[in-house]
């Protein structure tokens, strides 16, 4: 069975850009990625609050899917400034996942979806 999960205060992410922010697949759920971008579409001007952002939009759209950050068997972050800033997204992602951690690509860009937002990151979790 598939099936797109809504919920959050980011819910009208899905109409305003037409995708499933998380697509249940069964024993796996594919999320879309997850910017740093508030509900109101505003973004913090500093990168490690914007990092934590991030991972607080990724966590609220794990809890609507009923799953958690501990569920997450592969991470893809996509970065801004990769080199520059990614010091202070690692920090920051520490503060959220732990361990045993998952798989985890981190790939440089030159530009994401919200103007300003410094990366966007896309997960895969399994149900347990």
Known sequence: MTKPVAGSDFAHFDEDWHFARTFDAGGFVFLSGVTGCRPDY?????PETQFRDAFRFLAATLRDADLAL???????SYHVDLRKN?????????????????????IGTTELITEGTLVEVRVICRRA
Do not use: H, N, Q, R
Not at 42 to 46: C, F
Not at 70 to 75: F, G, L
Not at 88 to 102: G, N, Q
């Open 86 to 106: 990614l010091g202070a997204f690692i920090k920051v992602k520490d503060e959220f996942i732990k361990p045993p951690y998952p798989a985890w690509s981190c």
């Open 42 to 46: 505003s973004v913090a001007a500093d």
């Open 70 to 76: 501990t569920d997450i068997v592969e991470m893809t």
